[in-house]
T-cell receptor
Framework: GDSVTQMEGPVTLSEEAFLTINCTYTATGYPSLFWYVQYPGEGLQLLLKATKADDKGSNKGFEATYRKETTSFHLEKGSVQVSDSAVYFCALRPGGGADGLTFGKGTHLIIQP | GAVVSQHPSWVICKSGTSVKIECRSLDFQATTMFWYRQFPKQSLMLMATSNEGSKATYEQGVEKDKFLINHASLTLSTLTVTSAHPEDSSFYIC?????????????FGPGTRLTVL
């Protein structure tokens, strides 16, 4: 079945550091890929998405490129802020919007001032 | 916009009792609602998919008689954990999706923490 693997946390960085959170997936066909962020006490929020190979999703300074050849969707940000501290989930959707999501385990990111 | 609420946010119950969790889309009508379960330090696992007015579709390994899902309207889905036991303790999260909407994404509720004593 489909699966998503992402780096385990917590990941601790200093403010203004470069961030990479690795995510790889296993799926048949051509899934859509997502990054969700969960702030303490809140529900998951969509951060960015890509629906086909070589698409780049971007939002709030975060970027991720859908790499079919390496089955990856790594999340990057050039300069993190304390407010980026949260749990980040990589996920895939096998087909259309009516399909449920398959999530990775989540990566807890801690940014220190 | 696109807010999903869950009630209650946390609940503690005794073993053998049933617990109902509500999921509401506050400012839109959801074509489909999903229920996920999250264990500590684990990923969210899809439990079931429900469409308004029809029976829910459960993922393999999810007991449909234990986790009853009712999707009575386009804005409300309920998950009832029947005869709850300590192993049912978990974080339950719902999400809602709009068919044909401008944003092809699921909107998530804040989750419900269930503790079964």
């Amino acid at each position: 079945g489909d699966s998503v693997t992402q780096m385990e946390g917590p990941v601790t960085l200093s403010e203004e550091a470069f961030l990479t959170i690795n995510c790889t997936y296993t799926a048949t066909g051509y899934p859509s890929l997502f990054w969700y962020v969960q702030y303490p006490g809140e529900g998951l929020q969509l951060l960015l998405k890509a629906t086909k190979a070589d698409d780049k999703g971007s939002n709030k300074g975060f970027e991720a490129t859908y790499r079919k050849e390496t089955t990856s969707f790594h999340l990057e940000k050039g300069s993190v802020q304390v407010s980026d501290s949260a749990v980040y989930f990589c996920a895939l959707r096998p087909g259309g919007g009516a399909d449920g999501l398959t999530f990775g385990k989540g990566t807890h990111l801690i940014i220190q001032p | 916009g696109a807010v999903v609420s869950q009630h209650p946010s946390w609940v503690i119950c005794k073993s053998g009792t049933s617990v109902k969790i509500e999921c509401r889309s506050l400012d839109f009508q959801a074509t489909t609602m999903f229920w996920y379960r999250q264990f500590p330090k684990q990923s969210l696992m899809l439990m079931a998919t429900s469409n308004e007015g029809s029976k829910a579709t459960y993922e393999q390994g999810v007991e449909k008689d234990k986790f009853l899902i009712n999707h009575a309207s386009l804005t409300l889905s309920t998950l009832t954990v029947t005869s709850a036991h300590p192993e049912d303790s978990s974080f339950y999260i719902c999400s809602a999706w709009i068919a044909g909407g401008p944003m092809d994404e699921q909107f998530f509720g804040p989750g419900t923490r269930l503790t079964v004593l």
